[in-house]
């Protein structure tokens, strides 16, 4: 069974920093994109960013330039650095990860529990 693992999340002052880390486990044939969500509360859930196999990224605007995601293949793991934090970057960050279990065809979208992210004075 294919499972996400998100770490890292945490309490923070305005204009500090954090990184949350994701990894994949289980019987996974292959992944294609990995990326972070994330639904503050009374709110949709929104793209944070999203890496490719190949390494290309994508940013919401709101987080360009203040955020960076990464990934290690061999670790299956996906990573995201969050510098510069505002208070409303706080909501609950979700890990997806597009993935072919082994003995499947077709791929799956994944998600990880969530990671709450607060950014407070």
């Known amino acids: 069974q294919v499972q996400l693992v998100e770490s890292g999340g945490g309490l923070v002052q305005p204009g500090g920093s954090l990184s949350l880390s994701c990894a994949a486990s289980g019987s996974i044939f292959s992944i294609n994109t990995m990326g972070w969500y994330r639904q503050a509360p009374g709110k949709q859930r929104e793209l944070v960013a999203t890496i490719s196999s190949r390494g290309i990224t994508n940013y919401a605007d709101s987080v360009k330039g203040r955020f960076t995601i990464s990934r290690d293949n061999a670790k299956i793991t996906v990573y995201l650095q969050m510098n510069s934090l505002k208070p409303q970057d706080t909501a609950l960050y979700y890990c997806?990860?597009?993935?072919?279990?082994?003995?499947?065809?077709?791929?799956?979208?994944?998600w990880g529990q969530g990671t709450q992210v607060t950014v407070s004075s």
């Open positions: 997806n990860a597009d993935i072919r279990p082994q003995g499947f065809w077709a791929r799956s979208d994944y």
